[in-house]
Nanobody, 124 residues
Framework: QVRLLESGGGSVQAGGSLRLSCAPSGRTFVTRPMGWFRQAPGKVREFVAAIGSGGKTTYYAAPVEGRFTISRDNAKRTVYLQMNSLKDEDTAAYFC?????????????????WGQGTQVTVSS
């Protein structure tokens, strides 16, 4: 079992930036592709970004492409989501997750372990 802990959420005005972090707790952790998802009230959880184990392969959802950047520091066992030019519609709980496969994917069912989420609120 892998427990993931997100941090870095908060409230920001539209146009601002936030950086989310995700790190595992405990000693048992296998370097696997990671992803970020988000869920707004009353909406289904949606894919935001994914990154391969080595950090070279990345995927983004269309609404965040060009504004968000996913990265990872394997030495620190941490995955980041840099969010710039935030919009009202980015308001959601953001979750990091570890993929069970060897390659990054965009489907939530491919992710085995999930964090509890961190809230991002963007106001105009």
């Amino acid at each position: 079992q892998v427990r993931l802990l997100e941090s870095g959420g908060g409230s920001v005005q539209a146009g601002g930036s936030l950086r989310l972090s995700c790190a595992p707790s405990g000693r048992t952790f296998v370097t696997r592709p990671m992803g970020w998802f988000r869920q707004a009230p009353g909406k289904v959880r949606e894919f935001v970004a994914a990154i391969g184990s080595g950090g070279k392969t990345t995927y983004y959802a269309a609404p965040v492409e060009g504004r968000f950047t996913i990265s990872r520091d394997n030495a620190k066992r941490t995955v980041y989501l840099q969010m710039n030019s935030l919009k009202d519609e980015d308001t959601a709980a953001y979750f990091c997750a570890q993929n069970r496969n060897a390659v990054p994917t965009t489907a939530a069912q491919d992710y085995e372990f999930w964090g509890q989420g961190t809230q991002v609120t963007v106001s105009s």
